[in-house]
């Protein structure tokens, strides 16, 4: 009989665990209903003689625990203890033949004897063959609580017994939380028999797992939260200590660590030997379950390996593991890595996801990770079992010599360097300029001191992909709190290709690093070469607008989207954001002076060689006109000027700042679709009516040949309507 304890047993001394205080309800479809009806269905359990275990706590069929709770015996036979119930076919369970069992209230059968435990313990330890879906303090008294059932049936044409657990409450007669789940034993004669019996299936379904320790065993008033090692236990054993005779599915006495709250340990999110998630299934052959694994572990990081290392905190530490036991080469599965606070491995400081092997036999290693905080670690490696291979899990308990130690010491922490260049309009890793043009060098600390960072950067720039020719005077900025200021600008006149490079002098809590040659490159283009168009999309839409498909040939081409949108009477209201491709935008200039807007936003494709363009506006219902170029020969943006008027017509004019370079403009007429007439020396390179508005791009006819020239974008009509109106200058 379960006893309740006093709130002081709850505590267990060092762990903590959080958990949502309501479980998150989750549903699974692993449990297969039952019919009574004939049949051969593989989804339903067919033909099911339904037995009932009537509301009790520690019974085993047809008592109550100890034969004095309820229900009494004697039995509806006449039994005047627990006694077994045929299972329908002979099995052959570790060389001993079967065909009856005890069901047990607790979620559990036995084979030796009856079982009203109600804590939960290491099946590895058992003395009683069991078979255990949810060894836990199931208590069905309470009148939300549903009554244990079990049965023979057919499942598929083959014969099954039949255990269900569907929606048990816990003690002491608590329903606010309940478990659904169930066993079948399904026998497999066609897979083998011998005068001990059949080979058969062990079979464990799980839909929705609330809770996992009664009150008496420590758990909460939700029977969750209890101490490590009286939780639920999940497996099967021979009742032996024999290597290889017991199982315990990993998780089994971990708190909450089988419950649809954790879903990522939880028994609903994982299975075994199927493809149904919440479905366990064992396969046992000659009487022997699959085999059993063990696991060989080390850790490795800092230059160091083994299974007890010590490295400075932010060190990248993974662990591998290598898979033993009988039919261990041919093994698949998955293989998780966690890692603990607490050399019981309870406490979880980083939880990793389950890898999946995918040449039998080797397990991949874990993902590096990196432990910021010192003190002494704990890791424990899961194998999840296949069809051939039990599941397995490597030694963690306090004090064992066979533990993975990792200590975590002060020191200085590994830092890296992001860096960026800019010049022109251009920005980024790679950039190409022209000739004359300031480029300065951005470098951005990371690293697990780096917020605290002192020491300098010196940023240098080099003439060729060794890094050992210097072609500019190098920047030595001072690094405070891990900020890292700007290199000064550095002006290239001789066309060609560049190198940059940060380096950091580190401190006393941070390595020293530096960025690589080749990660940074600065191209100055050859002066006097005229940009030309490559190509060119149109698109519109209401709020916004997508063009696809636009080329782009060469490396790091210049992409210019000139954009328009209608927007509310009033000046200033409306402003349009551009993305695509995931390049860098940039907003060159905008002008929203009269009602609605023109902007142009310009990005360099990188390797990129087809570019899909949005353009978005910010106040939605409104038509959005995007007309996207790729140019050839272009390095960027030079000057730029905005012009509006409420009556006039359209004009504007910026002074170039390089030979060569090409004017254009974006407009937009708020008032009416009307045909744009340009002026001279001008064309007209698209133009959209949309109900009472025009969206249009034009250009000068030919790239302008001398620098300081003042350049007129401008129509000739309509001549009183208000506009908007953006120039740019393609370099």
């Known amino acids: 009989m379960a006893v309740l304890l006093s709130a002081s047993a709850l505590l267990v001394s060092g762990f903590v665990m959080l958990v949502p205080s309501q479980p998150a309800l989750a549903d699974a479809n692993a449990v297969i209903p039952t019919s009574p009806n004939p049949g051969t269905s593989p989804t339903t359990i067919n033909n099911y003689q339904q037995v009932n275990l009537p509301p009790n706590d520690d019974g085993t069929w047809p008592c109550g625990g100890d034969g004095n709770a309820p229900p009494p015996c004697p039995g509806p036979g006449g039994e005047t203890g627990p006694t077994t119930y045929p299972i329908g076919f002979n099995i052959n369970f570790f060389g001993t033949e079967y065909n009856s069992t005890y069901v047990n209230n607790n979620g559990n059968i036995t084979f030796g004897a009856p079982l009203s435990e109600y804590t939960p313990s290491d099946l590895t330890t058992f003395s009683n063959p069991i078979v255990a879906p949810f060894f836990a303090d199931v208590d069905t008294r309470g009148t939300a609580s549903a009554e244990v059932n079990f049965g023979t049936g057919t499942l598929n044409g083959q014969k099954v017994f039949v255990v269900n657990w569907p929606g048990v409450g816990c003690f002491n ?13 399904i026998d497999r004669p066609d897979r083998g028999t011998g005068p001990l019996g059949d080979d058969f299936d062990m079979e464990f379904n799980y839909n929705s797992m609330q809770w996992d320790t009664g ?37 089994s006495g971990v708190p909450n660590s089988f419950l649809d709250s954790s879903t990522t340990t939880g028994l609903i999110y994982n299975d075994l030997n199927s493809t149904t998630l919440g479905r366990y299934l064992f396969t ?70 389950a890898e999946p092997i995918t040449t039998p036999g080797t397990l991949p290693a874990s993902q590096p ?16 079992g296949d069809s051939a291979n039990n599941g397995s899990v490597s030694p963690c308990s306090p004090g064992g010599a066979n533990n993975e130690v990792e200590t975590v010491t002060a020191g200085p922490a590994p830092t890296t360097l992001s860096t960026s260049l800019s010049g022109g309009s251009a920005s ?67 066309p060609g290709t560049y190198y940059w490079t940060a380096s950091y002098s580190g401190d006393s809590s941070n390595e020293a690093s530096k960025s690589s040659c080749g990660s940074e490159k600065e191209t100055v283009t050859s002066p006097g070469t005229a940009p030309v168009v490559e190509d060119f999309c149109n698109a519109s839409g209401t709020g916004s607008a997508t063009a696809f498909g636009l080329t782009a040939s060469g490396h790091n081409d210049l992409v210019v989207a000139y954009v328009t949108a209608k927007g509310p009477a009033s000046a200033g209201a409306q402003t349009i954001s551009v993305s695509g491709s995931s390049l860098t935008w940039t907003r060159v200039a905008q002008e929203n002076g009269v009602a609605g807007d023109a902007e142009v936003w310009v990005a360099h494709t990188g390797a990129k060689k087809s ?70 020396g001008q064309v007209l390179f698209s133009q959209t009516k949309i109900s009472t508005t025009t969206s249009w791009v034009q250009s000068t006819t030919d790239p302008t040949p001398t620098a300081g020239t003042s350049v007129t974008i401008n129509d000739t009509a309509p001549a009183t309507h208000p506009y908007n109106l953006v120039l740019v200058e393609i370099l």
């Not at 050992?468 to 900020?483: D, E, F, L």
């Open 215 to 251: 009150q008496a065993s420590g758990g909460d008033g939700s029977c969750q939260n209890g101490p490590s090692g009286e939780s639920a236990y999940a497996g099967y054993s021979n009742g032996t200590a024999t290597a290889g005779d017991s199982y315990n599915l990993p998780g």
């Open 173 to 185: 007669g608590i329903t606010s939380v309940l478990d659904n789940f169930q066993l079948i034993l």
């Open 284 to 353: 046992v052959t000659g009487g022997q379950p699959t085999a059993p694994t063990s696991l060989a572990t080390s850790l490795s990081g800092g230059g160091q390996s083994g299974t007890s290392i010590s490295v400075p905190a932010g060190t990248a530490v993974t662990d591998s593991a290598t898979l033993s036991g009988t039919n261990a080469s041919t093994a698949t599965g998955t293989v998780t890595y966690n890692v603990y606070s607490d050399s019981a491995c309870t406490s979880l400081v980083n939880g990793g996801s």
């Open 369 to 384: 990770v990196s432990l910021t905080a010192t003190g002494t670690y704990y890791w424990q490696v899961s194998y999840s």
């Open 611 to 680: 570019i899909n363009v949005t353009a978005k506006a910010s106040k939605k219902g409104y038509r959005v006109v995007l007309t996207d170029v790729s140019y050839k020969n272009a390095t960027g943006i030079g000057a730029s000027g905005t012009f509006h008027s409420a009556s006039g017509a359209p004009t504007g004019s910026i002074t170039t700042t390089q030979d060569n370079s090409w004017v254009w403009g974006v407009g937009f007429d708020p008032k009416a679709a009307t045909n744009r007439t340009v002026g001279s």
């Open 428 to 494: 980024g890793a790679t950039i190409t300029v022209p000739p004359g043009t300031p480029v300065t060098d951005s470098a951005g600390l990371s690293g697990t001191n780096a917020s605290t960072a002192g020491g300098t950067v010196t940023y240098s720039v080099f003439s060729d992909s060794g890094c050992t020719v210097s072609a500019g005077t190098p920047t030595t900025v001072n690094v405070s709190g891990g900020s890292v200021p700007s290199s000064n600008p550095v002006t290239l006149s001789t």
